[in-house]
């Protein structure tokens, strides 16, 4: 494909993603699938410039309008009357404009070659109107801006959440949320050591380092194919972010008899308690949507391990178990260098109905926690609203729970991000169950 195609795609690409509340990962493999003459550099190149612009959304929308992104509901889910006041209101960067603006910021196009590359050939961009030519031609004089908000596409809804909670960090993080994450593994610490599988991928081709803030973690510094591994298929190592891992880590103990993993999704977490305790621990895991959870049988099928169960009869748990892990529903503000379309899906209205859900499924996993047992908070979050207040305000719903760390001054909770940890960004404490 010419440049000029592989523009187009990534415009079309933008449209949709706009009109809707579609994964971007899914929607990019949903348009290979139908496009399968596009080449692996072809695919590879759309993508790339999919994602850097979902991320750099705001800054790319500054720089060709000269106001800020306002995140809002897609124009598909709006009454047309209100579609109607809402575009008036604020002017809206189209998808072609960020598309040339990106190639223009990031690629450093000048005007003749973007006038080459939309030409209004098959396959590319139709040429460019006098307006856009004008917009586009002004970023040679604009000079970025100082505010780290707009400079690092931070929506609206984000802001003073993450500025109460990150405090200092901030700058440094929502600079770090925009560049690729990283390929990290969970080595199963059950069936094989940390070097034995280090050495065992670097036979394969996949080159990894490991990581210090969790025992069983390695990085991947060169080659890309790991589920393709005879390590990775014999269920010695799983793909999971660094983050989860230390979670993991925080929230579970060795000597847990009973887990309850409240919202298991597809099983990651349980699948790293499971190595944790080393398999003696019975763990039910549970999902208001059971089809998140088919992820899981084959992954739990690949580890070869027997402890895990879905919790089919959840009254007769109640009470009953040691842990109980709530990894509930959020904004997906720390995991923006996976799912950045996320930034401009949220609205605050959308986060006060996540807040709400919160509250509900931490009272409705607490009553699974047994006498001196534990219940496990955890987000991938960087807000205040969806970490901290959430469990002061729990700890006044719930007079018998405590911070476990108030009761042998050790931390409650933990902060894993980009900045401070180059990674992921998630929120976890752990409170107590005190008998009274």
């Known amino acids: ?71 809002r509901v897609p124009a598909s889910k709006v009454p047309s009357e209100a579609a109607d006041v809402d575009q008036a209101e604020d002017t809206i960067a189209s998808a072609r404009l960020l598309a040339f603006a990106f190639l223009r910021r990031f690629e450093a196009f000048t005007m003749e070659e973007l006038s080459e590359l939309a030409d209004g050939e098959r396959f590319a961009p139709s040429k460019m109107t006098a307006d856009e030519e004008a917009v586009l031609a002004a ?44 390929i990290d593994l969970r080595v199963n610490l059950a069936r094989i050591s940390p070097a034995h599988a280090k050495k065992g991928l670097e036979e394969e081709g996949i080159i990894c380092d490991p990581l210090d803030l969790s025992i069983g973690a390695l990085r991947v510094r060169e080659g890309r194919n790991v589920t393709q591994t005879k390590i990775y298929q014999d269920g010695l190592i799983e793909v999971q972010d660094l983050a989860a891992q230390a979670v993991c880590d925080f929230i579970g103990d060795s000597e847990d008899t009973t887990i309850l993993d409240y919202c298991a999704g597809a099983g990651g977490k349980a699948l790293a308690l499971a190595a944790i305790t080393e398999e003696r621990a019975r763990i039910y895991v549970h999902d208001i949507d059971p089809r998140r959870l088919r992820a899981l049988w084959p992954r739990l099928k690949r580890a070869a391990f027997s402890c895990i169960e879905a919790a089919f009869d959840l009254d007769a748990l109640e009470g009953k178990m040691d842990l109980v892990v709530a990894d ?54 960087l807000l205040s609203e969806e970490n901290q207040d959430q469990i002061d305000a729990f700890l006044l719903r719930n007079k018998n729970f405590v911070l476990a760390g108030a009761l042998d001054e050790a931390p409650s909770d933990v902060l894993y991000g980009p900045a401070t940890h180059d990674c992921d960004g998630l929120y976890a404490c752990v409170l107590k169950r005190v008998v009274t």
Request: contains cysteine; proline residues 4%; charged residues 25%.
């Open 1 to 71: 494909m010419r440049a000029a195609g592989r523009t187009q795609a990534v415009i079309d690409l933008l449209n949709e993603i706009g009109a809707s509340e579609q994964a971007a990962d899914r929607l990019f493999e949903k348009w290979s699938r139908q496009h399968r003459y596009a080449g692996s550099k072809d695919r590879r190149a759309i993508s790339d410039m999919f994602y850097t612009i979902l991320r750099h959304k705001g800054l790319l929308h500054w720089c060709v309008t000269g106001e800020k992104l306002v995140s």
């Open 139 to 182: 970023m040679d004089t604009i000079d970025l801006p100082h505010d780290s908000v707009i400079a690092n596409s931070v929506p609206d809804w984000a802001v003073s959440g993450m500025r109460k909670s990150l405090g200092g960090d901030f700058d440094l993080t929502v600079d770090r949320l925009n560049r690729r994450a990283p």
């Open 328 to 381: 509930v529903p959020c904004s997906g503000s720390g995991r923006w260098r996976r799912n950045p379309e996320t930034k401009w899906q949220m609205t605050p209205q959308k986060l006060a109905e996540l807040c709400d859900t919160q509250a509900k499924i931490l009272d409705e996993a607490a009553q699974y926690v047994a006498p001196d047992g534990r219940l496990a908070y955890v987000t991938c979050s």
